[in-house]
């Protein structure tokens, strides 16, 4: 059977504004107690947290058995989100949880208050509520403080590009700048130079002509002009 996860998220969300309990952990324990929504208490009694009958509801309301080990009747809603509120208005001990500041601490609020008799309740209902966090199922204030984060991230990832691009141009220019030295350390003679050079070849000052740098042929012009070789 598929399960509309977002359909429930919205659920909990409206049961949140009127119970005052954090809407993960009304989400996180509707699943543990239904199974993931696909129990037969939810299907047959819209019962979606295991609540169960007691002598305040009519008998008309009376659902199909607990387990035989537990004892008892489940409640028989209407409307099981409806339901789910009414139990927690008609149930005081339970009007700690909404004081308390974290989703961990409703659920171990709810857990000591005896929701269930199952000593792991609390931290199967923490493993649950983690598992919906990495699913995005999370506070509304964590999740803009996420968005915040992203948009940082997003600024330092265009700031750390640019500042990429500037590094890359300069490396370019340094390494255009190193070609240039590196011709003009050993090129082949260059026209201006020509002259020169047979003169300084002529009179053996040196043995081959190509191969000097830019200050060398500049030299040999130099004293050529001035009559010197």
């Known amino acids: 059977m ?11 969300k409206e049961a949140s504004a009127l119970v005052g309990w954090f809407p993960t952990v009304i989400l996180a324990q509707w699943q543990l107690e239904t199974g993931a929504f696909t129990s037969n208490n939810l299907l047959v009694n819209n019962n979606i947290a295991g609540q169960t009958w007691t002598a305040q ?35 005081s001990r339970y009007k700690g949880v909404c004081q308390k500041q974290t989703e961990i601490e409703q659920i171990q609020e709810i857990a000591a208050c005896g929701w269930a008799a199952d000593k792991n309740y609390a931290a199967n209902l923490i493993s649950v509520l983690k598992g919906n966090w990495s699913q995005g199922f999370i506070l509304e204030e964590d999740d803009e403080m996420l968005k915040e984060q992203v948009t940082q991230l997003e600024s330092l990832v265009e700031n750390l590009q640019g500042q990429c691009q500037t590094l890359l141009k300069t490396a370019e220019a340094h390494i255009e700048k190193i070609n240039v030295l590196e011709k003009q350390a050993s090129m082949p003679v260059p026209d201006w130079a020509a002259e020169a050079v047979k003169k300084a070849i002529k009179a053996q000052l040196i043995e081959k002509p190509d191969g000097g740098s830019y200050d060398f042929y500049r030299l040999l012009t130099v004293l050529y002009r001035k009559g010197l070789i």
């Open 2 to 12: 598929s399960v509309d996860k977002n359909y429930w998220w919205s659920k909990a």
């Open 57 to 91: 509801y009519p008998e008309s309301m009376k659902g199909t058995a607990r387990p035989a080990k537990e004892g008892g009747y489940y409640v028989r809603y209407d409307d099981p989100v409806e339901g789910y509120i009414d139990f927690i208005s008609r149930n």
